[in-house]
């Protein structure tokens, strides 16, 4: 009578288990959650976005300085209240701590000395803007990441983290009322550049080690040779696990504003993560003067997670009166049906890809690259 494989190849039945098992841990350590679909860009602490059937979440933020007011002394009391009330309502959240020359501690450069350039934004003058290259910024970065993740890394409604960067207002990667001229006097460098952006990334995704990152780009000098840079070498880099992907937050259906960084991201295998750039009724912000562009350009781009206004989520006040929620539908089955890995409200589990691709998109192997 024949043997069982089990009987007749305990040896090789023995190390084939092994193999599978510690192929399913690993898989299981790299499978991250990627959130899909719509969340609203702000109103945490308010009640009515989450009446919305189309809500799948909200971005909860705060500045840099407001968290760490003085060096190494923490208050998340603003965090936490807002994070109470998505937990509440039982849905994912988003995170972003502002830094740069509007939301960075006084005490980075009053007390630690790092150096910064002055520059206007939004019409105001007197902003000091801490260079991002330096490497107390960069000492600082990894440790708020570090305090961030102790707080809230453990919280399964956590969905994505966008990296504190030294840009004009801390999130956003543009340098609007930058005087460039000035900035390569402090030593600016495009390869300086793209490597504080992918440091203080690392930083952020070594820290929430379970977690999508996102990282916002914009072009720099009027080009997009370094976010390209940027964002290509980081979905590149095999320590990140595919986690970190790109931000987005100027989502209008418009194709000529930055249009060289719209081509780089339609070509971009990674994941990408956008916010609208206005509300609905601004109508001048958006191609032609329809909101509606905005999921059509999502779907081009190839973009699975879209943050409209809270303005497109209340139920009452001022607000679009729900007349979006369809539009956002509509996305949100597109997203899953592109980009889900794991149901919206389960964790990922052994054993599924790390993230899914793009579709229609080059692999990995078809990066781009700015010579």
């Given at each position: 009578m024949a043997q069982s494989m089990h009987q007749k190849c305990p040896t090789y039945w023995l190390l084939t288990t092994l193999l599978l098992s510690l192929a399913c841990s690993a898989s299981s350590a790299l499978a991250v959650y990627k959130p899909t679909g719509v969340f609203s860009s702000s109103g945490a602490s308010?009640?009515?976005i989450y009446q919305n059937p189309e809500l799948r979440g909200v971005l909860i933020r705060t500045g840099w300085s407001k968290l760490e007011p003085r060096p190494g002394e923490?208050?998340?009391?603003?965090?936490?209240?807002?994070?109470?009330?998505?937990?509440?309502?039982?849905?994912?959240?988003?995170?972003?701590?502002?830094?740069?020359?509007?939301a960075s501690p006084a005490w980075l450069i009053d007390t630690l000395q790092t150096d910064f350039v002055q520059i206007s934004f939004r019409g105001k003058s007197g902003y000091r803007l801490p260079l991002y290259w330096d490497p107390i910024v960069q000492a600082r970065l990894a440790l708020l990441a570090q305090k961030l993740a102790e707080r809230y890394q453990d919280d399964s409604q956590l969905a994505l983290v966008y990296v504190t960067q030294m840009t004009s207002n801390?999130?956003?990667?543009?340098?609007?009322?930058?005087?460039m001229n000035t900035m390569r006097e402090a030593g600016y460098t495009d390869d300086k550049w793209v490597n504080a952006s992918k440091q203080a990334a690392h930083d952020f995704a070594d820290a929430f080690k379970n977690?999508?990152?996102a990282i916002e780009l914009h072009e720099l000098n009027g080009s997009a040779a370094v976010p390209t840079r940027i964002m290509n070498e980081l979905w590149g880099d095999p320590s990140l696990e595919k986690r970190v992907g790109v931000g987005l937050w100027w989502l209008s259906g418009k194709t000529h504003y930055q249009a060289g960084l719209i081509d780089a991201l339609t070509a971009y295998p990674g994941d990408i993560y956008a916010q609208v750039i206005g509300r609905s009724d601004q109508s001048h912000?958006?191609?032609s003067g329809d909101?509606?562009?905005?999921?059509?350009?999502a779907k081009q781009i190839g973009i699975r997670y879209i943050e409209p206004?809270?303005?497109?989520?209340?139920s009452s006040g001022r607000s679009a009166q729900g007349k979006w929620n369809s539009a956002m539908a509509d996305f949100n089955q597109w997203a899953d049906t592109h980009y889900r890995d794991t149901p919206a409200n389960e964790s990922a589990t052994c054993c599924p890809a790390s993230g899914a691709q793009k579709s229609d998109q080059p692999s990995a192997a078809g990066l781009i690259t700015d010579k």
């Open positions: 308010q009640s009515n923490f208050d998340f009391r603003h965090l936490d209240a807002q994070v109470a009330n998505a937990q509440k309502h039982g849905v994912h959240w988003s995170l972003a701590v502002a830094g740069g020359a509007t801390g999130i956003e990667g543009h340098l609007n009322g930058v005087d977690k999508a990152i912000r958006f191609e909101y509606s562009h905005v999921f059509e350009q206004w809270e303005y497109e989520f209340r």
